[in-house]
């Protein structure tokens, strides 16, 4: 049987005394790819970020790969995300911000070959000299793809990575995501798309005012 990898018990956050997570429940297995769909405000982001150790519940255990979050370790390990609102340097290359990021998680020793293979992997050029705050909002969501994937880490969680990818772009998606899960990935991405959810997900969590109300098993 598949290995827990990260879950949630009784989770709760408040927000000036109204509860923005209320009663969280999931687990999360490896190799698998999870689905959170729900309407803006719905909680999806902040479970996201509750799972990495950006915020601390008020209640409640957040495990990840065996470490409980904010009381063990700070941070979870071993995860690369893609949240809208940690982005990237605009006055940099989509190179110099993959080199400046190995730099601060202690990656020197990372190849630029491997961030050129890296960004050819989610449909950049690598040659591309353009700074950053010229990039399309497409080629800007799939840079956010590439700093999820810089350390090959083993769970992955992407938020909303369909904003502003056209036809071609979320089908390039779907293949990339199928492509990790073969790679033994473990993937957590949210969206409003419910079928795009549907197409990649082994299992979806249906968010609605900071509640699971539902689940989907596909």
């Known amino acids: 049987m598949s290995q827990i990898v990260v879950e949630l018990r009784h989770v709760n956050k408040k927000f000036k005394r109204k509860n923005i997570l209320n ?12 689905g959170f769909s729900g309407p803006n405000g719905a909680g999806k982001t902040l479970t996201f970020k509750t799972i990495l150790g950006f915020i601390k519940p008020n209640n409640g255990d957040v495990i ?46 990372t190849a630029d070959m491997n961030i050129q293979q890296l960004l050819s992997y989610v449909g950049l050029d690598p040659n591309n000299k353009d700074k950053v ?14 700093v999820a994937l810089l350390n090959d880490n083993k769970i ?9 990818l056209d036809d071609s ?15 033994g ?8 798309d419910k079928y795009f959810l549907n197409k990649i997900s ?16 596909l």
Do not use: C, W
Request: without cysteine.
């Open 169 to 183: 772009g979320q089908d390039f998606l779907v293949a990339m995501i199928n492509d990790l899960k073969l790679k």
């Open 202 to 217: 082994d299992h979806i969590f249906k968010f609605n005012e900071g509640t699971i109300v539902g689940e989907q098993i």
């Open 23 to 34: 009663n969280v429940n999931l687990k999360i297995y490896e190799n698998h790819v999870y």
């Open 156 to 164: 992955l969680i992407f938020d909303e990575p369909t904003n502003a």
């Open 64 to 109: 990840v790969e065996g470490k409980f979050i904010r009381k063990e370790v700070m941070f979870a390990e071993n995860i690369g995300f893609s949240i809208q609102e940690y982005g990237v340097l605009g006055d940099k290359t989509a190179t110099e911000n993959l080199s400046l990021l190995n730099i601060l998680n202690n990656q020197v020793e």
């Open 185 to 192: 990935k473990t993937i957590l991405i949210s969206s409003h």
């Open 133 to 146: 705050k010229h990039y399309s909002l497409g080629m800007k969501q799939r840079l956010s793809l590439a």
